[in-house]
T-cell receptor, first 112, second 113 residues
Framework: GEKVEQHESTLSVREGDSAVINCTYT??????FPWYKQEAGKSLHFVID?????DRKQSQRLIVLLDKKAKRFSLHITATQPEDSAIYFC???????????FGDGTQLVVKP | DPKIIQKPKYLVAVTGSEKILICEQY?????MYWYRQSAKKPLEFMFS???????DNQTASSRFQPQSSKKNHLDLQITALKPDDSATYFC????????????FGPGTRLTVL
């Protein structure tokens, strides 16, 4: 089955800098690559995803890149703010009615 | 107000007993899911339901049985509990009958002694 690896278990950046979280996957049939965020004391929720038909997607300060050849995708958070501090989970799925496989999570700390 | 309610928050059970984990969502979503997170392991998919029908089951053991009495309810019954069942169980929901845009409840932390 699919295995999603999240390379950074923790990441610390200064407020205003960019943060990059990298993930790799193993299943070439995976076509959906979502990201989830869990703030302290709150539940996990979806933030953005990218599908395999594109290699870049942006939503405000979040940019997701996908390199299908390398089976790698990443989340870039630009101009980080304290409220970006959270655990971020990357995931992969083959799509419709297929299960989602999660990475272990990256704890992002944005320091003032 | 919490939109996905899971009860109880913490649960301690003895080996061999049976417990029911409750999940209710008030997001108006059509699909609901159960996930498990064991110590030092990633979140692991268990079940998905759409319009109260089972769509996918990735749980090998029949000791885990989801129960959907209403569209916005998806409880998880676990029988003959084992210490290995100790984990945090998360319920989630999504607007469509399947989607990665999922929203999770706070989880029920189960400890089996």
């Amino acid at each position: 089955g699919e295995k999603v690896e999240q390379h950074e278990s923790t990441l610390s950046v200064r407020e205003g800098d960019s943060a990059v979280i990298n993930c790799t996957y193993t299943d070439t049939a995976s076509s959906y690559f979502p990201w989830y965020k869990q703030e302290a004391g709150k539940s996990l929720h979806f933030v953005i995803d990218i599908r395999s038909n594109v290699d870049r997607k942006q939503s405000q300060r979040l940019i997701v890149l996908l390199d299908k050849k390398a089976k790698r995708f990443s989340l870039h958070i630009t101009a980080t703010q304290p409220e970006d501090s959270a655990i971020y989970f990357c995931a992969a799925s083959r799509g419709s009615n297929n299960r989602i496989f999660f990475g272990d999570g990256t704890q992002l700390v944005v320091k003032p | 107000d919490p939109k996905i309610i899971q009860k109880p928050k913490y649960l301690v059970a003895v080996t061999g007993s049976e417990k029911i984990l409750i999940c209710e969502q008030y997001l108006g979503h059509n699909a609901m899911y159960w996930y498990r997170q064991s110590a030092k392991k990633p979140l692991e998919f268990m079940f998905s339901y759409s319009y109260q029908k089972l769509m996918d089951n990735q749980t090998a053991s029949s000791r885990f049985q989801p129960q959907s009495s209403k569209k916005n309810h998806l409880d998880l019954q676990i029988t003959a509990l084992k210490p290995d069942d100790s984990a945090t169980y998360f319920c989630a929901s999504s607007p469509r009958d399947w989607g990665v845009e999922q929203y999770f409840g706070p989880g029920t932390r189960l400890t089996v002694l």
